[in-house]
């Protein structure tokens, strides 16, 4: 670890027990934590809250998270407040997640938003590996600076990759490397000076009408800041706004679609979403 800067790792095994997801086993280094899951729904879900104490993400440090899930186990990934990387003046920030999904079991991984401040140097790239019949929703809301403090994100770089396999075939990639110059980010076939995005992608069965659902569940006014697409086994979800209370809200009640579509359940939320 460079002098002053953080190198944390974790580790975290998930095995199905009797219906019940367990947390078998647990590694970390450095300050990357969780607290003890919890079980809110009835067929045994762990939820899951991810913690870095520090609470900001410095120019060189670099977190990397590692979830093993077992067949058939059923876990909700999440963090208690927002990731903040800090304005660095040279040094890159990262921040790597690797989740494996076994056979017939599902993960979720819906952590709360990204700040990236102004002049940071940020890096964020999330694989999930999948079985034949796993199942795997996740989401990032990210926003360009501060708005609602006045901040907007005119320098610095954010880098993002996403990336799905399924049998060790790629069924979704994505990558996107931003420079938080003005002038990029004020063109509309960028931003168009929209300072919050958000990205939420399902893998799993097919869904019939599945878009249709999603925007039927939204209504006509989602349509000016949010949109879904239908693939054959991947439903994309996007927002592009100026209020992250806005993406959060219509992400949430996209997932609650996408979920009770998919796995024939509720969409119980987090408790720590309601502090």
């Not at 407040?81 to 599902?106: C, M, T």
């Not at 938080?180 to 009408?209: K, S």
């Given at each position: 670890?460079?002098?002053?800067?953080w190198?944390?790792?974790?580790?975290?095994?998930?095995?199905?027990?009797?219906?019940?997801?367990?947390?078998?086993?647990?590694?970390?280094?450095?300050?990357?934590?969780?607290?003890?899951?919890?079980?809110?729904?009835?067929?045994?879900?762990?939820?899951?809250?991810?913690?870095?104490?520090?609470?900001?993400?410095?120019?060189?440090?670099?977190?990397?998270?590692h979830?093993?899930?077992?067949?058939?186990?059923?876990?909700?990934?999440?963090?208690?407040?927002?990731?903040?990387?800090?304005?660095?003046?040279?040094?890159?920030?990262?921040?790597?997640?690797?989740?494996?999904?076994?056979?017939?079991a599902?993960?979720?991984?819906?952590?709360?938003?990204t700040?990236?401040?102004?002049?940071?140097?940020?890096?964020?790239?999330?694989?999930?590996?999948?079985?034949?019949?796993?199942?795997?929703?996740?989401?990032?809301?990210?926003?360009?600076?501060?708005?609602?403090?006045?901040e907007?994100?005119?320098?610095?770089?954010?880098?993002?990759s996403?990336?799905?396999?399924?049998?060790?075939?790629?069924?979704?990639?994505?990558?996107?490397?931003?420079?938080?110059?003005?002038?990029?980010?004020?063109?509309?076939?960028?931003?168009?000076?929209?300072?919050?995005?958000?990205?939420?992608?399902?893998?799993?069965?097919?869904?019939?009408?599945?878009?249709?659902?999603?925007?039927?569940?939204?209504?006509?006014?989602?349509?000016?800041?949010?949109?879904?697409?239908?693939?054959?086994?991947?439903?994309?979800?996007?927002?592009?706004?100026?209020?992250?209370?806005?993406?959060?809200?219509l992400?949430?009640?996209?997932?609650?679609?996408?979920r009770?579509?998919?796995?024939?359940?509720?969409?119980?939320?987090?408790?720590?979403?309601?502090?």
């Amino acid at each position: 670890m460079v002098a002053n800067r953080w190198c944390a790792k974790l580790d975290l095994w998930f095995e199905n027990d009797r219906s019940k997801t367990r947390l078998i086993r647990r590694r970390h280094t450095g300050p990357l934590a969780i607290q003890q899951p919890f079980y809110p729904e009835a067929d045994g879900a762990a939820h899951v809250y991810l913690l870095h104490p520090p609470g900001g993400i410095a120019g060189g440090d670099r977190l990397s998270i590692h979830c093993h899930l077992a067949s058939t186990a059923r876990t909700l990934l999440t963090t208690p407040g927002a990731a903040k990387f800090y304005r660095s003046d040279e040094n890159l920030s990262e921040q790597h997640v690797h989740i494996d999904v076994g056979a017939g079991a599902i993960c979720e991984y819906l952590p709360q938003e990204t700040i990236v401040f102004s002049g940071a140097h940020a890096s964020m790239k999330t694989k999930v590996s999948l079985a034949a019949d796993s199942i795997y929703i996740g989401w990032d809301l990210v926003s360009l600076g501060r708005p609602a403090a006045g901040e907007r994100f005119h320098t610095g770089n954010f880098r993002q990759s996403v990336e799905i396999v399924r049998e060790d075939v790629p069924i979704w990639f994505e990558r996107l490397n931003l420079s938080g110059t003005r002038m990029l980010t004020a063109q509309p076939f960028v931003l168009a000076e929209r300072p919050i995005m958000g990205t939420m992608v399902y893998a799993g069965p097919a869904i019939e009408n599945a878009a249709e659902r999603v925007r039927g569940a939204l209504g006509e006014g989602a349509c000016a800041v949010f949109s879904v697409s239908q693939l054959e086994r991947i439903i994309v979800c996007r927002y592009l706004g100026a209020r992250m209370s806005e993406g959060k809200s219509l992400f949430r009640r996209a997932w609650e679609v996408l979920r009770e579509c998919a796995m024939g359940k509720r969409g119980v939320a987090p408790r720590i979403w309601s502090t």
